[in-house]
């Protein structure tokens, strides 16, 4: 069941840019979709106004075909996952996970059986009559996807559900939520700021920038494909490089890349390089100096190398190869190596080339 | 702009609320309700009474000797209450935020007491303390100072109304204040009165002057802990609420009508200049 | 108002010397000796100058049971409404946004800052008999000043923000998350109201509750002014004490005053207990 956003845009009280700008997107029934973006992209703001927490100036939300822009909150039957947990304090988790059953006016006995089947899924059987305060930050987080599963919503929304806690426990829930959507298949939409989190889990990823959806796709396309210079620099820890066309094609220095055109001799050049775009050879002997790079440094990072080149046009390439790689190749600081930018995006002001 | 997205725009400046909880026409409609019967439309009967008097009447009821008299008492009584205040509910703050002492806790209690305490109450212990014949009061006389039934009373008993304004608003800013600020001034050696000075002084200083407005406001329009001690002698001990008890008890209503209107003028500034104080406090800290 | 909390601990090289310290502390406690706890034991001395038996008889007097009964039945009235409003002036202010908003919490607080006796005059304008309304009122043989309903009307005027106040700044400093998490799990807005926000809100609303109960049974400027002194029917407590006093009958004031006294430190140690076992959670 899916849910289908179209041309939606909202404009807080006291600001004078909309939060969010005619954003429209397709979540497919039963995938992760990834609302990915910097702060103030808008992308909490989209899921808020998905739950119905906002009203939306214009657009509409469709929620498994129904228009659900006018339906309160309460009567979306979706359920909401927050970065701050937002578990009531004053009750146990086993009263958390009831609640949304109890306010559906559920039988006893079935509350009872459904809260027990949570516990057991989010693994705090044993922790059902503490207090939310008793427990740590992951283990709030996974009661608070319990109690937003508990009457079996139709999409799952998370407000970057692991902001909030450090990096181990962060990698280990990102797993543990792949393991859940694979029990459950809730349709679900995941706002994060962090492009790995998206790139792992999601099936789709709809990009986001100052409130308008800059592009939206596989993850791998827009990994292989970025529409804009602004999704390369933000999928996948690129370096930027700047060029110019140059006879008819867009070059980096004596780097020449791919045809241009339309553009005239001269028109600046972006090329986004990621670490593992750049193949590096040892230069044969008859290669031109100015088409090399030097190593300017080496460093280990556990398995893998991160070599710096300097370019002959003094910018700086950060590039990643693997131990064997490296050994392959053996370099040290200060050599001359061939570099290769086959695999870079480049884009000539905007818009990228074929 | 296009001449859609303006009238979207003009839309929006109607009442236009944000947040989705249910509930908003309900609570707006009882808060309303019970600030217009309640505050509002009081308030409003004053102002237009006030404003449907001649002027020549309204000066004359705030001019007089005796309304002249009242109003230096006032607010000279307060103001220096309120530096005292400033003053010595600093070092309360100081040594409740930053020692430790047997008694700390009752003395921490005790700095709500002019809160809590009915303000007749302090005024009638406060006279029996601070009259001829009172525990303090006669320690005094020997000495020649007579407290009580002077404008030195009434400031007494200003003292104790204020205090927990000046105390409550300094503390939690001490209690803010980060400590490396200091060490770093002691390791690049500043004396400890210079570090007071320099770092501790300015960081205070709005809270200290909210305070200070706070006290002074609340001692200005304080009835019952003073007309006690005053004695309530006019053109020398009659404060400004004093007069404005009297002139209604003798249906002079454009007299206290008069004197109400002007302090409450004075209430206004006070609290404008204490909220001011506040917002710039808080614009300070977000640019920090 | 804060409670006692961990001392502020600096380092030695930037502390003050002790006898510095010493000197600062003995000033402060002097100075809240002499101004705050020395009125306190005041009263109580000064109430059992004579020894206990005039004491009790200064407090079993018909009079003064007819104020106590007075002062009761206000705040049994007033608290209420002014709880009542507290929480929907909460609710409205610290859960929306929208033009206006600031014009209202400045009207919630202006009552704050308006002197007692000016609160008074305001209801003596309003229902008196040259007031706005004193002819309707006489016409309809209702009378508002100088009887109950007066002293009810100026004491909910001057206790009106204090539950209001108490609950806003702690409804703004925990957020809407909660109230939006249960919205999403299907509750209604009485439900949300009755499970989530004002278990939330306990501790706050005792505190709010029993501020405004302890100024609504102390307060004596503005009900002075529109209760006539009728003995008997119209004098609260605080009333009381002060015609006791002007008489010269300085027991009988100050054992009156003792119960005042008393209620004023059940306030301030209620205040501490929930302020511990507010933050234990």
């Avoid at chain 2, 002019?114 to 007749?120: C, D, K, Q, S, V």
């Avoid at chain 2, 009061?137 to 000495?143: E, F, I, K, N, V």
């Avoid at chain 3, 049971?65 to 009542?84: D, E, G, H, Q």
């Avoid at chain 3, 002293?151 to 998350?177: D, H, K, N, W, Y």
Wanted: proline share 5%; charged share 15%; with cysteine.
């Amino acid at each position: 069941m899916s849910v289908a956003v179209h041309a939606l845009s909202k404009r807080f009280v006291h600001s004078s840019t909309p939060a969010v700008n005619e954003a429209s997107f397709v979540a497919e029934t039963g995938a992760i979709t990834a609302l990915l973006g910097p702060s103030g992209s808008g992308k909490t703001t989209v899921l808020r106004l998905i739950a119905g927490l906002e009203e939306p100036d214009s657009g509409s939300i469709h929620i498994h075909g129904e228009a659900s822009e006018k339906t309160p909150a309460r009567h979306r039957g979706i359920g909401f996952v927050f970065q701050s947990y937002a578990l009531f304090g004053h009750m146990t988790v086993r009263d958390n996970i009831a609640f949304g059953l109890k306010a559906h006016r559920w039988p006893r006995a079935q509350i009872d059986a459904r809260v027990s089947e949570l516990l057991s899924l989010i693994q705090l059987a044993e922790l059902g009559g503490r207090m939310p305060s008793q427990l740590s930050g992951g283990q709030r987080q996974r009661v608070a996807f319990a109690r937003a599963l508990a009457p079996r919503p139709r999409v799952l929304l998370l407000d970057e559900p692991f902001g909030a806690l450090d990096a181990r426990v962060r990698l280990e829930l990102r797993q543990w939520l792949q393991m859940l959507h694979e029990k459950t298949h809730v349709t679900t939409i995941l706002v994060t700021h962090d492009q790995e989190e998206a790139l792992e889990l999601s099936d789709q990823i709809v990009l986001m920038q100052d409130g308008r959806v800059v592009q939206k796709g596989a993850p791998q396309t827009l990994y292989d494909a970025p529409a804009t210079p602004f999704v390369a620099s933000f999928i996948g820890n690129a370096s930027v490089l700047r060029g110019q066309v140059q006879g008819g094609r867009a070059s980096v220095g004596s780097a020449v890349g791919p045809v241009v055109a339309g553009a005239a001799d001269g028109t600046s050049v972006q090329v986004y390089v990621r670490p593992s775009d750049v193949r590096l050879c040892r230069p044969g002997s008859d290669a031109a100096p100015v088409s090399l790079a030097t190593v300017r440094s080496l460093t280990r990072l556990g398995g893998v190398i991160k070599v710096d080149l300097h370019l002959p046009t003094q910018d700086i390439v950060t590039v990643q190869l693997s131990r064997g790689e490296a050994e392959a190749l053996q370099l040290a600081q200060g050599d001359r190596v061939h570099f290769d930018l086959g695999d870079a995006k480049f884009f000539v002001g905007d818009e990228p080339t074929a | 702009m296009t001449l859609a997205s303006s009238a979207r725009t003009r839309r929006r400046l109607t009442i236009r609320r944000r947040g989705m909880l249910p509930g908003f026409n309900l609570s707006l409609a009882i808060v309303t309700f019970y600030l217009s019967a309640l505050v509002l439309i009081p308030i409003a009967v004053l102002t237009w009474r006030a404003s449907a008097m001649p002027a020549a009447e309204l000066w004359a009821a705030v001019s007089g000797p005796r309304a002249r008299a009242a109003f230096a008492l006032s607010l000279g009584a307060a103001g220096t209450a309120a530096l005292v205040n400033a003053l010595f509910g600093f070092i309360v703050a100081w040594v409740l935020v930053r020692y430790e002492f047997p008694g700390r806790s009752l003395l921490d209690t005790l700095v709500d007491l002019p809160f809590a305490l009915p303000t007749a109450v302090a005024g009638i212990a406060l006279t029996a303390i601070w009259a001829e014949s009172g525990w303090v009061g006669r320690h005094l006389s020997a000495a020649g100072i007579q407290v009580a039934y002077t404008p030195i009373g009434v400031t007494v008993a200003l003292i104790f109304v204020g205090l927990p304004f000046v105390v409550r608003t300094v503390e939690p800013v001490l209690r803010e204040l980060d400590p490396v600020l200091e060490e770093a001034a002691a390791v690049l050696g500043a004396s400890r009165l210079r570090t007071f000075l320099q770092v501790i002084l300015p960081a205070t200083a709005p809270a200290l002057g909210t305070g200070f407005s706070l006290a002074f406001a609340r001692a200005l329009g304080e009835y019952g802990s003073v007309v006690f001690i005053s004695g309530n002698m006019p053109l020398r001990t009659e404060i400004v609420p004093l007069l404005i008890v009297t002139r209604l008890e003798q249906f002079d209503y454009a007299g206290a009508i008069g004197i109400a209107a002007v302090m409450l003028l004075v209430s206004f500034v006070l609290l404008l200049l204490g909220n001011l104080l506040q917002a710039q406090r808080r614009r300070r800290h977000e640019g920090a | 108002m804060t409670g006692a909390s961990p001392v502020h601990r600096l380092a030695p090289i930037a502390r003050e010397p002790l006898a510095v310290r010493l000197l600062l502390t003995a000033v402060a406690v002097a100075f809240i000796s002499l101004f705050v706890l020395l009125p306190l034991i005041m009263v109580f001395t000064c109430a059992l100058a004579d020894g206990a038996g005039p004491y009790w008889a200064a407090l079993q007097s018909p009079e003064t049971w007819s104020a106590i009964k007075l002062t009761l039945r206000v705040a049994a009235v007033v608290v209420p409404l002014n709880t009542l409003f507290g929480i929907a002036a909460a609710w409205l202010v610290a859960r929306y946004d929208f033009v206006g908003r600031s014009v209202l919490v400045t009207l919630i607080d202006l009552p704050f800052s308006v002197s007692p006796v000016i609160a008074g005059l305001l209801f003596v304008l309003l229902f008196g008999k040259s007031g706005l309304l004193g002819s309707w009122l006489s016409a309809h043989q209702i009378q508002i000043l100088f009887a109950v309903p007066g002293l009810m009307v100026a004491t909910a005027f001057v206790t009106f923000a204090m539950v209001a106040r108490e609950l806003i700044s702690v409804m703004e400093a925990q957020g809407p998350s909660e109230e939006e998490a249960a919205l999403t799990l299907g509750a209604s807005g009485w439900q949300v109201l009755r499970h989530v926000t004002l278990p939330k809100l306990r501790w706050s609303l005792l505190t709010g509750v029993i501020l405004c109960n302890a100024r609504a049974m102390g307060e004596f400027g503005a009900v002075s002014v529109v209760s006539g002194h009728i003995r008997g029917m119209t004098n609260t407590l605080p009333l009381h004490v002060e015609i006791l006093f002007n008489e010269y009958n300085f027991v009988g004031a100050f054992a009156v005053a003792t119960l005042l006294a008393l209620l004023g430190l059940v306030t301030l140690l209620v205040k501490r207990l929930v302020h511990a076992s507010g933050s234990r959670e």
